[in-house]
């Protein structure tokens, strides 16, 4: 009975020890290593030594584009984990400025965008156009200027289920799907009376599908501002970002800038530059103006009142 016994607990022990034994968990999921690279030949714009940042890297099914798995590497790269078998990747940088990213587990969805401005914003700006009549479809939608993000993708890959001691390497290149114009406008006089400068361009695309690479169709408007170190005598410089020139709708790029002097009183000028934006390898926009901003008159412009003060009591629980 003993010697049952002894037969029985050896085998519970081989049991046991074929059940614990450890398994790889790269059987589903297979530790890669992406050979990131980072795209930094951009017109108008220097890319900074902390950009672009976290990276994300998303995995699809390359016949049915479903979500497989995600993980997140250094601009520089470094080991993931992959699942096996035909897959597109995606990698894209999680700060961008004001570029966000939504439906980041649809291949088709995946969409680059920035947010509206704030009503504000738009106020200073609807209400002068609007009096001149302008009703362009981009008024419609009005957004803050993106910022860069780069994006690289990589369709019908094949990674092995099994992977040797050799390391498995994905070699790919983010580029940005953001354009860096600048703009430099000649003949503006009484720069010294100016107290700020917005601009607002129509015409624009309002998202970018990054795992497809496309550009929405539907036109809106960028809303920026410009610094006041970017202005000097007689001329004007600034620059803005874009995913691009809109081009499906018909929407003409209208670049409209508004001054505010020192008072508040607002002066408007507006320029068609969809010419300007075909073509345009420099992405340099120049405008040979003749604007007079005059000197203010004191009073009138933006001046807010505040009505006489009024006393409250309340009972504060301490």
């Not at 019908?156 to 050799?166: A, D, F, G, S, Y």
């Not at 390391?167 to 003949?187: H, L, P, R, Y």
Request: proline share 3%.
């Amino acid at each position: 009975m003993s010697r049952l016994r002894y037969i029985l607990l050896v085998a519970v022990v081989a049991l046991l020890s074929v059940a614990c034994q450890r398994r790889p968990i790269e059987e589903e999921y297979l530790r890669v290593y992406l050979d990131l690279h980072i795209d930094r030949n951009i017109v108008n714009y220097e890319v900074g030594e902390k950009e672009p940042g976290l990276m994300r890297v998303a995995f699809f099914d390359a016949v049915t584009k479903e979500y497989l798995s995600h993980d997140f590497v250094s601009s520089e790269g470094g080991y993931i984990f992959a699942p096996y078998g035909d897959v597109d990747m995606v990698v894209y940088n999680l700060e961008a400025g004001e570029t966000f990213v939504r439906k980041a587990y649809s291949w088709f969805d995946m969409e680059a965008y920035t947010d509206e401005i704030s009503e504000w914003q738009r106020s200073r700006f609807t209400r002068y156009l609007q009096s001149r009549g302008d009703t362009r479809p981009s008024y419609d939608d009005i957004r803050l200027t993106p910022g860069h993000l780069f994006v690289a993708r990589e369709e019908n890959l094949h990674i092995p289920r099994h992977i040797t001691n050799e390391v498995f390497v994905i070699s790919t290149t983010a580029k940005t799907v953001v354009e860096s114009w600048s703009v430099e406008i000649n003949g503006v006089t009484g720069m010294e009376w100016v107290g700020s400068v917005s601009m607002m361009i129509s015409g624009q695309v309002g998202t970018h599908f990054i795992a497809t690479d496309k550009d929405s169709t539907e036109p809106v408007a960028l809303y920026f501002d410009v610094v006041s170190a970017q202005r000097r005598s007689m001329v004007l410089t600034t620059q803005f970002e874009t995913f691009g020139r809109e081009t499906t709708s018909g929407d003409t790029a209208l670049l409209s800038i508004l001054f505010l002097d020192s008072e508040g009183h607002p002066y408007m000028s507006n320029f068609d530059i969809s010419d300007q934006m075909i073509d345009n390898t420099e992405r340099k926009i120049v405008i040979n103006a003749d604007i007079d901003i005059p000197k203010p008159e004191v009073g009138g412009g933006f001046a807010p009142e505040v009505d006489d003060w009024k006393e409250y009591e309340y009972d504060i629980d301490i």
